[in-house]
């Protein structure tokens, strides 16, 4: 009897991130990931109950992930926070556009993960409604800086924190 190789948890992790970062969130299925790694669906099911803790799995990873930069960045004001949230974006491109862009549920918990250092550093205004237009403003600038748009960051953000100190 052959004995067959088995498919480390790691394996798949690594498998589904990375087809989730070539081809999306639409492509995220058993069948997509064992041929991605080159496996029957056997394997997955094997060591996750089902697609959706698998899902959890990589969203956590992201999470850490981003939580260790923002940590290591120690950001002590809107506008460095605003900046390291767009460097992350430039460091992981295509993380970015996937889990913080086109994943509503990671991109609720990023957002609970930023509104922590917001919050934990006492940010000027330091309530929900001012939150959610940062947040929108971070995330913004952030995508135009990964598609390499033609705008003028110094400006703008001078502007947007002249303006949210005011108001």
């Not at 991130?17 to 394997?43: D, V, W």
């Not at 992981?92 to 509104?115: A, M, W």
């Not at 959610?132 to 403003?137: E, G, I, K, P």
Request: with cysteine; hydrophobic share 40%.
């Amino acid at each position: 009897m052959v004995r067959t190789q088995r498919v480390l948890r790691s394996q798949i992790i690594d498998g589904a991130y990375q087809l989730i970062i070539n081809e999306g969130f639409k492509k995220f299925h058993a069948r997509n990931i064992a041929q991605h790694i080159a496996c029957s669906t056997q394997p997955i099911y094997r060591e996750f109950a089902n697609l959706a803790e698998l899902k959890t799995v990589l969203t956590n990873r992201i999470l850490v992930k981003y939580s260790d930069f923002l940590e290591d960045q120690e950001p002590k004001s809107l506008q460095t926070l605003s900046n390291t949230i767009m460097n992350y974006a430039l460091d992981y491109p295509e993380e970015f556009q996937r889990f913080f862009l086109q994943d509503s549920d990671t991109i609720q918990l990023v957002k609970q993960v930023t509104k922590e250092v917001f919050t934990a550093n006492k940010l000027e205004k330091n309530n929900d409604l001012f939150f959610d237009f940062f947040w929108q403003y971070c995330i913004g600038k952030a995508a135009l800086a990964i598609n390499n748009a033609n705008h003028t960051p110094d400006l703008e953000e001078d502007r947007f924190f002249q303006f949210s100190l005011e108001n």
